[in-house]
C-alpha cells in the first residue's frame, strides 16, 4: 500500500497570501494524483487531478505540481473560503487508493 | 447538474450489517460510463477509500475491508449501494458515496453512521 504524506499537519497563513502545501508519496505515483477542500461540516471537492489539472469551475488561484512522489498544492491569494482542510489521494496501483492525513489551513 | 445523496440508517449495533444507498440525479447512473465510488471518513480523522462499482459492473474493494463489503447498483433505481457487514466501533465514520473510480468528482453530503449498541 502506498503511503500518502502531507506536511505541514496546520499552516496558518493571513488573507491575501500565499500557501504552499506539499503530499509526499512511499513510492512513485507518476502523476496521479488529486487534490481535494474540505471545508467544515462538507464533503470533500476535487480541486486538481492529474497533478496539476484543475477540476471545472475551480479557480486558477488554485495550482499543482509534482511528479513521481513529491507533489505540491499552492493556493495564491487567500480568500476566506480558502480556509478549510486539503487531502492529497493518489491513484497509481490500485487497489487500495490511498489519502494524505490533511492539512489545515487556518488564518 | 450531477448530484448524490447518501440515505440509509445512522445507528447500527455491533456485529451487524450497515446498508447505505446513494440516488444519482441529474444523469443516468449507466451513461456516461462512469464508475461509483465509496468513502469514509472517522470522525476528526482522514479519508479512507472503501471500494468502487465500474460501469462494467467489476467491483474493486479495499483489501482491509474485503471480506465484509459489497457495493452493488441498481440502473432501474438510478441508485448504487453499499453494505459493510460485521461493524465494529472503529467502522463509526461519514461514509460518502461519489462519482469516480480513481478521482472522485462530485461528492454526496455525507452520511453519518454510528456503531453502538
Known amino acids: 500500500e502506498i503511503v500518502m504524506t502531507q506536511s505541514p499537519a496546520t499552516l496558518s497563513v493571513s488573507p491575501g497570501e500565499s500557501a504552499t502545501l506539499s503530499c509526499r508519496a512511499s513510492?512513485?505515483?507518476?502523476?496521479?494524483l488529486a487534490w481535494y477542500q474540505q471545508r467544515p461540516g462538507q464533503a470533500p471537492r476535487l480541486l486538481i487531478y492529474d497533478a496539476s489539472a484543475r477540476a471545472t469551475g475551480i479557480p486558477a488561484r488554485f495550482s499543482g505540481s509534482g511528479s513521481g512522489t513529491d507533489f505540491t498544492l499552492t493556493i495564491s491569494s487567500l480568500q476566506s473560503d480558502d480556509f478549510a482542510v486539503y487531502f492529497c489521494?493518489?491513484?497509481?496501483?490500485?487497489?487500495?487508493?490511498?489519502f494524505g492525513q490533511g492539512t489545515k489551513v487556518e488564518i | 447538474q450531477l448530484q448524490l445523496q447518501e440515505s440509509g440508517s445512522g445507528l447500527v449495533k455491533p456485529s451487524q450489517t450497515l446498508s447505505i444507498t446513494c440516488a444519482v440525479s441529474g444523469a443516468s447512473i449507466s451513461s456516461g460510463g462512469h464508475s461509483w465510488s465509496w468513502i469514509r471518513q472517522p470522525p476528526g480523522k482522514g479519508l479512507e477509500w472503501i471500494g468502487c462499482?465500474?460501469?462494467?459492473?467489476?467491483?474493486y474493494y479495499n483489501p482491509s475491508l474485503k471480506s465484509r463489503v459489497t457495493i452493488s447498483v441498481d440502473r432501474s433505481k438510478n441508485q448504487f449501494s453499499l453494505k459493510l457487514r460485521s461493524l465494529a466501533a472503529a467502522d463509526t465514520a461519514v461514509y460518502y458515496c461519489?462519482?469516480?473510480?480513481?478521482?472522485?468528482?462530485?461528492w454526496g453530503q455525507g452520511i453519518l453512521v454510528t456503531v453502538s449498541s
Open positions: 513510492q512513485s505515483i507518476s502523476s496521479n
Open positions: 461519489a462519482r469516480g473510480v480513481r478521482r472522485f468528482d462530485p
Open positions: 489521494q493518489h491513484y497509481n496501483n490500485w487497489p487500495p487508493w490511498t
Open positions: 462499482i465500474q460501469h462494467s459492473g467489476s467491483t
